[in-house]
Nanobody, 122 residues
Framework: QVQLVESGGGLVQSGGSLRLSCAVS????????VGWFRQAPGKEREGVSW????????DYADSVKGRFTISGDNVKNTVYLQINSLKPEDTAVYYC???????????????WGQGTQVTVSA
């Protein structure tokens, strides 16, 4: 059974940093891509980044390039999202999900975690 569990969210001041974790079970990171998505109140869910464990490839949304870094630990079966220089507009629930393709489109996600809240104060 595929499961994803996010952790690491919280309340931080603008300019601060967080590291989100996505612990996966039921598959290995070289089998599926794992993506991070976020959804702010009143907005659609958007793709932030994805990671493919088989070759270490990754990609980012333009809005987060240079501030977010995705990585994976194939031994711990965990995908991380390091978020630096946080802005109030980064406030959202952050989800990780398995992806059938290397894409930031949430329509191609198959299994989702429960999400972790990130709140950035001005």
């Amino acid at each position: 059974q595929v499961q994803l569990v996010e952790s690491g969210g919280g309340l931080v001041q603008s300019g601060g940093s967080l590291r989100l974790s996505c612990a996966v079970s039921g598959f290995t990171l070289d089998y599926y891509a794992v993506g991070w998505f976020r959804q702010a109140p009143g907005k659609e869910r958007e793709g932030v980044s994805w990671f493919w464990g088989s070759d270490g490839s990754s990609d980012y949304a333009d809005s987060v390039k240079g501030r977010f870094t995705i990585s994976g630990d194939n031994v711990k079966n965990t995908v991380y999202l390091q978020i630096n220089s946080l802005k109030p507009e980064d406030t959202a629930v952050y989800y990780c999900a398995t992806l059938r393709y290397r894409t930031l489109n949430p329509d191609f996600a198959t299994y989702w975690g429960q999400g972790t809240q990130v709140t950035v104060s001005a």
